[in-house]
Each structure stands twice: as C-alpha cells, then as structure tokens.
C-alpha cells in the first residue's frame, strides 16, 4: 500500500470513529430530558393530537422528574417521566365529563373484576370497592403486576372505564434498595412491614429524611385497608404505622 493510500485510509478511519463516538454522543443526550419543552414533545409523542395544558419540573425520592398534564376529547391525561433516561414512570387519564345513567342496574363486582382482569392481563387485583361521587356509581380497582401498580376506575352502571394509571411499582424502581452506611435497606424495610401484615402487598417504599432522621416509608394493601409504616433507617424500629380504608 502506498504513502497516499495508507493516509486516506487512516483520515477514514478517524472520520468514521468519530462519526460513531458523536452519534452514540448524541444517542445519550437524547435519552435524557432537560427542558419542560422537551417533556412536553415527548408527551405528545405518546398522546397525539393532545393539548399540553401544564408542565411541571419536581422531584421525587431525589430524582429529578417531569410532570405532564394533556387533554384530548373527554380526556385529561398525567404523564411523568424521569430527567435522566427520559422513561416514562407513571401514566394516566381520567374523563372529563361522565354521565350518571341512573337508569341502568349497577353491574356485579365478578363483572367489574373480569373488566379489570382483561384491561391488565397479567395483573393481580388487590382490592375491589363500590364508590359513589357526584351522582356517579362507580368500582375502584387496585391491581399490581412484575412492574406497576395500577388503579382503575369502572361505572358502576354501564361497565366503562372511566379512570385508568398506572405508576412503577416500588419493587421494580431504583430506590435505595442495598444496605449501605449502616442503613437497613430498602428490601429489609419492606420485610419488616410485611412481617405486620401477613399477605399485604407493598404499593409504595421509599427512603425519606423525617426532621433529620432516616426513615423508609412504606404503604401496604390488604383486602379494604391500607398500611403506612415509618421505620427507622438504621435501627429497623417502627417510629410511626396508621391503617386506614383503601378509599
């Protein structure tokens, strides 16, 4: 091979790396979100033809996040996504305006729980209740799965659906899940929780500075009630616990 060639050759190879190493540059940046404009894009993305009506920077657990609110037609919709890799952790909608239609009988708990059961194929229902709100029957559904736990919202008396979301449950987010500078652990809190109430499943655990001290707050459910633990980082001891309808 010539000088020349040789020097073509080696000016392609460096161009073409650095091609590489700017996309994949480029890729990475992508996958963040860094403005409330760019929220807004990625949400309409997921909600075409929707009307972002508000934009939120906040934080949750340390994390930095964006909150989304749409509406489209009847609906309103709440998308949150995560700063850093851009993923969508929580996602619902609720119609805007229901229609009481007294007229119809109100239809069984069995029906209601095979409408969530086909909705979240995967799901486990945890709990099933009959509400009534602003002339509305309607049937509210905890369910969970590997990854989210979801709420629903069915009318009573013609079987619609009328409020779905669903939020990355505890077991499956980043938290702080590893014993580390003598804290328990998130996993040991939760076992601590759950060693209260036999059979419960965990909804919500998350680490938190109470007044300076460390804590891990844990939410439970269980048939109609609902558990909140506060528990010591370090020491394991229960500081606080309520138990309350899981309205």
Not at 38 to 55: C, F, P, R, Y
Request: hydrophobic share 35%; charged share 30%.
């Amino acid at each position: 091979m010539n000088v020349a060639k040789q020097i073509r050759t080696v000016l392609f190879t460096a161009c073409f790396a650095a091609a590489g190493v700017f996309g994949l540059s480029q890729n990475a940046h992508a996958a963040r979100i860094g403005s409330e404009s760019q929220a807004s894009a990625k949400a309409l993305e997921k909600v075409k033809g929707a009307t972002v009506t508000d934009v939120e920077r906040d934080h949750e657990q340390g994390v930095v996040v964006y909150d989304v609110e749409l509406v489209k037609g009847n609906k309103k919709f709440d998308i949150t996504y995560r700063a850093s890799d851009a993923k969508m952790i929580a996602y619902g909608w609720d119609k805007i305006a229901v229609m009481p239609n007294s007229s119809k009988a109100i239809i069984s708990e069995e029906q209601c729980r095979s409408l969530a059961q086909n909705k979240v194929k995967k799901g486990t229902i945890l709990s099933i209740a009959r509400k009534y709100d602003d002339g509305i029957d309607y049937y509210k559904v905890k369910m969970t799965d590997a990854k989210k736990i979801y709420k629903l919202e069915y009318h009573a008396r013609t079987g619609a659906l009328i409020e779905y979301e669903w939020k990355v449950s505890a077991s499956s987010g980043s938290g702080n899940n590893s014993a580390n500078d003598g804290y328990i652990g998130l996993s040991k809190a939760k076992q601590i929780a759950k060693g209260k109430v036999p059979g419960a499943t965990v909804v919500k655990a998350e680490f938190d500075m109470d007044d300076g001290v460390p804590v891990y707050e844990i939410e439970l459910v269980k048939g109609q009630y609902e558990y909140e633990y506060k528990i010591h980082a370090k020491t394991g001891n229960i500081l606080e616990w309520d138990k309350d309808f899981n309205d």
